[in-house]
């Protein structure tokens, strides 16, 4: 038990990761056209109603959590940390990510074949990454990289807290192509942001000395100071004061970023769909620090078998490392990308009322790609109910049942959508955790199938066949006729 409290803090953090991220997952939500916030991740979407109000902080909020590694219970076991468990689970690169969103306003207006969007909304992103043979290091050695090299990269997070004004605008082209274009003004408030980041090990197998490089950089822009001592290093961090509501109303933090989105009707039964979010940055100028450890140290072991297995080697080789990197400190703004985002749907009108979908999803977190596959049965009954039952693969796992419900009524609408409902339940087995819920007011919808008909013109739906693109060819040709005459 010599290393119990090393092993105690790691599980300590791990714990916190699994309880701070909410992550998005949206895959069930995707082709849910007729709730107006699915235009969030596709802006080419439109809804049959004139307008839409999204109620202020109740239009759309949903928490997330994702884990492509483990689970509670994959780790815990019979409530003892399993460390055999998690070394067992984790893969190259792992991720833990999160967003919490909250839309503050949102709204919506059709103008003929145009559909115009705004929303502002408070986010919370969380992200981190890192290698799967840091785990292996910390249990169970260096003697499994004798006489190699280990590397140690993509040790990164992405972790902000910003507010997004949203202007978005769709067109119907035609009845197959529908467009979408959505622009979004970013301030942000808080963040971290983690650069370069290469590390690697080798231990030599006959005299188990080990030579480390490492190039790795952070930057944060959070009230903080970062204290150093007389050789340049860093003894440690203080909080500063913290001004909530100078940071909530905080507009230094500028950023911008696009959306764009497209559904295409193949054919009277396959319509298909897909866009690209969240490309975009923000240039972070309030209280900024910049952490750089670059350099390389060579360290003799103590002979065969003493690996990290013990608390002093461990802490120091923490003391060699430290005092062999270059520390600078600076105090730069700095750039961070948001995490891009693309989605690939389908959908297959079974029957009038009953469709086929899949999706797949994507998202590139710090050059790392993490992707997911979603299948669904879509419904809608008395044109008041809508939907979805899903199946996905992600975050490494089957165990995942979506199920999304969205009440149109008379003037109003209430939507919430789950990846994994079983989560919920379940959230120790879970790797995936998300809800989504909202209420919205629907103003100038269709009271019958005539004024259905007109609106649905303009209105993209996959469920109709738009023609505003040949009355309008057919009107200039009766003009140019007319013309012609004169």
């Not at 509501?245 to 950023?255: A, C, I, R």
Request: with cysteine.
């Amino acid at each position: 038990m010599k290393n119990a409290s090393l092993k105690y803090a790691i599980l300590i953090v791990l714990v916190f990761y699994s309880f701070a991220l909410f992550p998005q997952q949206n895959s069930t939500f995707f082709l849910m056209h007729r709730v107006p916030q699915s235009n969030l991740l596709n802006p080419a979407v439109q809804i049959d109603c004139k307008w839409y109000v999204g109620i202020p902080a109740l239009a759309s909020t949903q928490f997330n959590y994702s884990n492509t590694a483990f689970s509670f219970n994959d780790i815990l076991g019979g409530g003892n940390f399993d460390i055999d468990a998690l070394n067992d689970n984790v893969h190259r690169t792992d991720l833990l990510a999160s967003e919490l969103h909250l839309d503050l306003i949102a709204l919506g207006y059709r103008y003929n074949e145009y559909y115009i969007t705004f929303n502002i909304a408070e986010k919370v992103n969380i992200a981190f990454t890192s290698p799967g043979d840091l785990v292996g290091l910390a249990w169970q050695g260096n003697t499994q990289f004798l006489g190699e090299t280990a590397e140690f990269n993509n040790l990164r997070t992405n972790t902000s807290y910003y507010r997004e004004y949203a202007l978005g605008v769709s067109k119907v082209f035609d009845p197959y192509r529908t467009f979408g274009i959505r622009a979004k003004l970013l301030f942000g408030k808080l963040g971290i942001y983690s650069g370069k980041s290469e590390m690697s090990l080798y231990t030599n197998e006959t005299t188990y000395e080990l030579n480390l490089e490492a190039d790795i950089n952070v930057n944060s822009s959070i009230p903080i100071t970062v204290n150093q001592n007389a050789d340049g290093g860093i003894s440690g961090i203080t909080m500063d004061e913290f001004d909530i509501m100078g940071t909530l109303f905080n507009s230094e933090n500028k950023g911008f970023a696009i959306d764009l989105g497209g559904i295409y009707k193949y054919d009277e039964n396959i319509t298909l769909s897909g866009s690209i979010l969240d490309l975009g940055f923000i240039h972070w100028k309030t209280d900024p620090n910049n952490i750089q450890f670059e350099g390389s140290f060579d360290y003799a072991g103590t002979g065969f078998g003493s690996g990290f297995d013990s608390e002093g080697y461990i802490l120091e080789l923490r003391d060699s490392i430290m005092d062999a990197l270059t520390q600078n400190v600076t105090q730069d703004s700095y750039y961070s990308w948001l995490p891009l985002q693309i989605y690939l749907g389908g959908m297959y009108q079974y029957m009038p009322k009953l469709g086929i979908g899949a999706v797949n999803r994507n998202v590139i977190y710090r050059n790392k790609l993490h992707s997911s596959l979603t299948l669904s049965v879509n419904t809608t009954l008395w044109n008041k109910f809508s939907a979805s039952l899903s199946w996905s693969y992600l975050n490494n796992t089957y165990k995942n049942i979506g199920l999304g419900l969205a009440w149109h009524g008379r003037g109003f609408q209430l939507h919430m959508v789950s990846d994994n409902v079983l989560g919920i339940f379940k959230p120790l087995d879970a790797r995936n955790l998300n809800i989504r819920f909202g209420f919205n007011l629907m103003l100038g919808c269709p009271r019958n199938k005539q004024e259905a008909a007109e609106l649905n013109k303009y209105s993209g739906s996959s469920e109709n066949a738009n023609c505003s693109w040949y009355e309008k060819l057919e009107e200039k040709y009766k003009k140019k006729k007319k013309a012609l005459k004169k």
